[in-house]
């Protein structure tokens, strides 16, 4: 039986629940709380040296990284196939998992740090905030954190993480007005990759910014809601702690936003 080492609302844990529901392969989940700072113990970290979820467990094989585990647990059920039929689909479907890992990923921890954790973050002594940021392996992680919870929506972090989203969902709802799903008429792994960061902007207070310019991305996202796979993959995991997180998100998170992107910029 596969093991997931997982994080109950982690955007990058659910993209691979999300694949392991489509695909329907049974898997043993096993929450890290990164909350109490799990992903920093010796036994984790001999898994995952970059302290982060999720890791999966094969028998003897432990692979890492969000995108090569959905593609690794792809291969696992030979009767159904979550990538596209041809080479230019199946391009377009990873260019959808690169701009996930390269540029949405950082951005969305930049948001979620910025407003859900920072009060949590705060509430510890100055030692222990140095001691958990000390322990983040990724110094580019690390410094993004500590901006973030220090100046909250006000810092350049945020403005850079807001232009990021903008671009990217003008890019989705390009692609989504000419198809039902992200590479083509049919579920890939780039909406199961895409998912939880749209999930993610709706938890941050956020999806509302962009509910007019991006109509297709909304009915794509009421699509997508209407699986199974999102209420076992997402909304099942859900714990009081995480629902008490997200609600104290400001609300004026969207201002903020609007007001970002009301300011003239080049990509
Ligand atoms: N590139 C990694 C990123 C994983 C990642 O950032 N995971 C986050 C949750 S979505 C995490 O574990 N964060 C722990 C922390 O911030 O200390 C992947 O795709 O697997």
Redo the contacts with the bound molecule.
Sequence with gaps: MLILYD?TT????IKVRLTLFEMGIEFQSYNVN?RDGE?FSPDYLSLNPN????TLIDGDAVVL???IIMQYIEELNEKISLVPQTPQTRAIMRMWLKKI?EII?PATGILTHATAFRPSFLQKSKQEQKAHLNK?PDIGRRNRQEAVYKDGLSSPFVENAVWAYDKFIKELDDVLKRHDFIAGRLYSLADAAVTPYINRLSALKLLTVWREKAPAVCDWYKRIHSRPSFDLAVTNYLKQGDIKQFSQVDDNISDVARRILNQKRAY
């Design positions: 994080g982690s955007v990058c844990a990164l992903q302290a982060v979820v999720p990284e969000s995108t890992d990923h983040i």
